[in-house]
């Protein structure tokens, strides 16, 4: 069974790091089987693409800022930014609050964190793949030192008293009036526009 142009859209994407996105030309090569002009599937990535938009699974850009559909011309895809609780301690992922990174850091000490956090995940990775477990031992130690020193685990980095809701399904912790709203905006915002048919 060939695979579906969404699906492999979303694929490309979960094997992307966070904020990186893809050329539709990614998807058609993706999609092409062996000696097959991999162009012929440009309208239907283009297409399926619009498709993700709508469903708030995605976003589409040109020159780095979002674009609704139809486009012309050139378009690059990623993953939609996550929602930010209103005040800024969250990240919400799948209906999950994530500890945002502490706000005081400098860029460049948070760049080097981020930059360590993401050497840690591939060691991770390569460690499970090669089945080595000192090394994957030694990858996630890591891996919670950075989120640490983040400010996304250990201590709560504000100082109000409010309690840590990490890892909370959003419906069950004191945002979920917000979230609903918020969701219900997006899920709103979507038009039926019909899918592009032009090619990059």
């Known amino acids: 069974m060939r695979p579906r142009p969404q699906r492999t859209i979303l694929r490309l994407l979960r094997e992307r790091e966070e904020g990186a996105s893809i050329c539709p030309s990614e998807a058609a090569r993706a999609l092409a089987r062996e000696g097959e002009d991999w162009r012929v599937h440009m309208d239907a990535v283009r297409d399926a693409a619009?498709?993700?938009?709508?469903?708030?699974?995605?976003?589409?850009?040109?020159?780095?800022?979002?674009?609704?559909?139809?486009?012309?011309?050139?378009?690059?895809?990623?993953?939609?930014?996550?929602?930010v609780t209103?005040?800024?301690r969250y990240l919400v992922v799948r209906g999950r609050l994530w500890r945002h990174a502490r706000p005081d850091l400098a860029p460049e000490e948070r760049d080097a964190l981020v930059a360590t956090l993401m050497t840690a995940r591939r060691d991770v990775a390569r460690a499970k793949k090669m089945n080595d477990e000192a090394l994957l031992v030694s990858a996630r130690r890591r891996v919670h030192a950075a989120k640490v020193a983040l400010g996304e685990r250990g201590p709560v980095w504000w100082t109000d008293g409010a309690p840590d809701e990490n890892r909370r399904r959003v419906e069950n912790t004191r945002y979920a009036r917000w979230y609903a709203e918020r969701t219900a905006i997006r899920a709103g915002s979507s038009t039926s526009r019909a899918p592009s048919r032009n090619r990059e």
């Open 50 to 83: 619009a498709v993700l938009a709508e469903a708030a699974l995605v976003e589409v850009t040109q020159r780095g800022a979002r674009v609704a559909p139809p486009w012309r011309g050139p378009i690059r895809i990623r993953r939609p930014a996550p929602l």
């Open 86 to 88: 209103p005040d800024g």
